[in-house]
């Protein structure tokens, strides 16, 4: 996912350099979406990796 944020985001500095505003902006806002998605399930997966392992972890 997060492949694919910087995906659309070089798209949207492409339309921008040849001036296509409307096309860089849309391509803008859904790599931020994609962005703020991947980093929601990122922070997801490790809480539940460490609610998962529970007593397992490894005490110093």
């Known amino acids: 996912m997060l492949g ?3 995906t659309f985001f070089i798209i949207a500095i492409i339309a921008a350099i ?3 505003g409307g096309i860089a ?12 998605v991947f ?3 990122f922070l997801l ?3 539940a990796g460490v609610v998962r392992r529970g007593d397992r ?3 110093l």
């Open 4 to 6: 694919w944020a910087l």
């Open 18 to 20: 040849f001036g296509f």
């Open 25 to 36: 902006a849309g391509a803008a806002t859904i790599a931020k979406v994609l962005f703020f």
């Open 39 to 41: 980093v929601v399930l």
């Open 45 to 47: 997966s490790l809480i």
């Open 57 to 59: 972890a490894v005490k």
